[in-house]
């Protein structure tokens, strides 16, 4: 690109005043930050001992769980939709013929690998039955890959976990949140 | 002095022997002869070290002896190294000996002096010039001496005449050494006393202010030149050129610059 | 060298004793300070900063004091790279001589008064100990520009040895930087020399204890000029263009790892100490305070002394804390920017100074007869106009904006020898 490309917008630097070249408001906009945000509250929490404060868990995109009705039944229907959206191609269903009669098919394994997930949110947008949710836990740690791919009995247990603090968020599909 | 004396005494082979070493050490193109040239370099050092006259007790002799060493062995290598940047950093340790050398001897200001000046100064610049006109250091000139011969033989004549002069070979010893230590007394009483800087500035400016004001004077006429020599450059610079465009001053005020035309010199 | 048991004492055990001290405390200040900076840092921008490592194997956290311990351990296992392209005799004497260098410096910094004689050992029982390594030296500035030249050296060797473009670029910038800021710092020093009457650096206390009165009231020109330039010196910021991470990557240190990594850091907070020391020394009376150190170094007592290295060090703290705020809180200098300032500011700026200080100097006796102790008052009301006129002035003929369009059009040329003659 030249100098003189027509699409070049060329600004002129903002005149200083003597005080300016002096560098007097600099000197002291300088310090004076710098000695407010020294003794200003601090933003960060001391981790382990307290939990930072998670301004809306209910958007918040975290571990993954698998919701249940109110039978205690999982409520995927197998549709693949998740499955499909996901980006990272971390979930894994074997969907087999229900046993119950108000569905065709049921998740006979469901398992999301954790270390791929990317915590985008579309399997939760896809999801026809509000089944898979994304919860507000952060700190996900494991030992091993292994360990890292959760699988259904898993997931059902983070919504064990996490339905009091968390209800569901659509009261269509059965979630209590009004 | 007689020619007989002159064959006995071991620092006329130590200069002829330091002569034949250097002109082997140096960077001459063919490699042949560098591990004779080490080894004669080293033994008409030895042949010079051992004239060297014991100073009080071991301590000063032996740091003497180690300064002495580290500065003529980093001479010797600034000389013969062929990267330029390696021969720098020889020539700063050469310094740095001879600033011990001053400092054992108690002119503190000069020892210092010496460093801030030479290695601090000087050869910074020196540095940076080596590094950025040449940075791969190819260049055969750099790496070759030019008058190898010449130099060696003019090299070890100056040595050897210098340390005649200071071992006595032209003066019976003893009128020698009277003649030293008075000159060592006056010394000490006048500059090397306690206030070492302010003595000294009061001789630079009272005893010595001619030399001082003419050497001044002398920086003062380069410093002239050299803004004469950029300001003539500078000028030269300000005429436009057969294909240079100058930026009209009131260009940077449009945004379009018609004035400029740059593409076409593209073209 | 004498060899009886008092001499011996006196110019042997004496000095050793002095430089492990001296040595084990500044190295020990240098990772304090590391961690200092990490909590100054991380309160300014609003977070806790390292508050995790205590005492090892306990769950003692002692608000993270341990961590340059940590910090230590972590720098000494680190595996110690040597890329394969460097010229590896000047790549591994680079971070020593820095090292060396940096620590020489403390030879003739005083880190206090004197220590009364300690009665019952030989040579140390009859005159005050100085608490400075070498005591005799007299050019003892000048002996720290020096060695703070010499410690050019390893900055620009190491950053052409490690064969990479941004060391070699932090290696130039810093010894341009490096050259053209020793002048101001000469001519800020140049001013104290002559008030005192001697550059010996304890001389120079001993000189404004004894007045009361800190050079820094007498001549702030010259405090001005010596505190932007040690900044410079030290390559901290706003002047640390030598290593300036966002441009650089790391400088001059880029190839650096490990233990070799660490002596170019501890180096480099030795410079800033030194820094912090000079400031304390020349311009805020080193040891002395008011109605509390006294200032007569004949005789002296254990509480005295003890309270003299007190309030040097605390003076020196504050600098350095001084040092720490500025970085958060002004931007980096553009090159060109740092070369205007010292060749085109400051020098001026020093020159003035040591006129007004010469003038002072040269009428100060006459007027003491006239004014007695009122003379300080003049001296000091001058030093301040100096101060006000000068940076007035500096700053009235300074331009009042930077114009950034290139200067000149881009210009394809047919050969090299074309583009050259541009020029």
Redesign the interface.
Known sequence: MQPNDPQVKWIEEPKLGLAGKMYLPLFVQGLAVTTRHLFSPKVTVSFPEQRPQIGNPLIYRGVHRLNKDEQGRVKCVACFLCATACPAHCIDIIGVESPWPDREKYPQSFSIDELRCIFCGMCEEACPVDAIELTSLFDLTGRSREEMIFDKEKLLSVYDQTKDAEPMKSTACGGTVT | MTLDALVRNPLTWGTLLFAVGIWLLLPRGATRGWWLGLVITLVSLGLFASRMPALGDWASTGTFGFLAAVTVIAAVMTITLKNPVYCAIWFALSLLGTAGLFMLQGSQFLGVATIVVYAGAILVTFLFVLMLANPEGHASYDRLSWEAPLSAITGAFMVGVLTFALVGVFNPPDAFDTKFSTVEIDRTGEILAGEHMAHLGGQLFSRHLVAVELAGTLLLVAMVGCVAIVAEAKSRRGQPASRKRQRPKSASREPQRPELRAGEALR | ?A?DLPSLMQNVVAPLVKIVLLIGGLMTAAAYFVLLERW?AA??????GP?RVGIPLTRIKLLGLGQPLADGIKFITKEEYTPAHVDKP?YILAPIVILAAALAIFAVIPFGSVLPPIPGIPGLDKEPIPLLVAPG???SL??V???S??A??PV??GG?ASNNKYS?LGG?RS??QL?AY?IPLGLGILGVALVS???RLDKVIVDQAASGVWNAFLQPLGLLVFVVAAFAEAARLPFDLPEAEQELIGGYHTEYAGLKLLLFLVAEFLHMITAAFLIVILFFGGWHLWGLTGFSEESISWAQALLRIAVLSAKVFLVILFFM??R???PRFRFDQLMALAWKVLLPLGLVNLVVVAVMVEYGGTLKSQFGGGVYWIFAISGWLALIAA??V???V?P?????????????FDTEA?FY???
Do not use: C
Request: hydrophobic share 55%; proline share 3%; charged share 20%.
């Open positions: 060298m060899t100054m309160w300014v921008q609003d977070r806790r508050n000047i030296l007299d050019p000048v002996f520009f020096a060695l030249s010499i050019v050296f620009i060797l052409w070699f130039l010894s341009a050259i020793e009457g001697s550059i705020m500025v958060w809180s002004w940076w007035v500096a700053a009235l300074s009042s904006h930077d114009d950034n369009t290139p200067r000149r059009a881009a210009q394809k074309e003659r541009t020029f």
